[in-house]
Nanobody, 126 residues
Framework: VQLQASGGGLVQPGGSLRLSCAAS????????IAWFRQAPGKERIFISC????????FYEDSVKGRFTISQNNAKTTTYLQMNSLKPEDTAVYYC????????????????????WGQGTQVTVSS
């Protein structure tokens, strides 16, 4: 599976961006797809994921109510709609996926995901 993240850019506080993660290759074997982000000088953290089995979405607390994860019908593109952006949302955003079937409680762990996109920079600044 290959992942290509796009859609990042510079946006003012309070603005919106939509990130896309296009998957190619053995996409039917993907079981969950997630977004992580890494701010300058900080570790990469989980932001959101969507489970292929039941379509449930999960979010990190700081983005709940502002970010929404979704997929196209073919489940080959995953989106992260980001609204009410804050300067602290500034980071490189990565999408990731797995062919395994992780339990729900492990979906926020980086080591669950086997395939990663290259990252897209999001900068929130006035």
């Amino acid at each position: 599976v290959q992942l290509q993240a796009s859609g990042g850019g510079l946006v003012q506080p309070g603005g919106s961006l939509r990130l896309s993660c296009a998957a190619s290759g053995q996409t039917r074997e993907m079981t969950a797809i997630a977004w992580f982000r890494q701010a300058p000088g900080k570790e990469r953290i989980f932001i959101s994921c969507i489970s292929d089995s039941d379509g449930r979405a999960f979010y990190e607390d700081s983005v709940k109510g502002r970010f929404t994860i979704s997929q196209n019908n073919a489940k080959t593109t995953t989106y992260l709609q980001m609204n009410s952006l804050k300067p602290e949302d500034t980071a490189v955003y990565y999408c990731a996926t797995t062919k395994s079937r992780p339990i729900t409680s492990s979906l926020a762990r980086e080591d669950v995901y086997d395939y990663w996109g290259q990252g897209t920079q999001v900068t929130v600044s006035s």
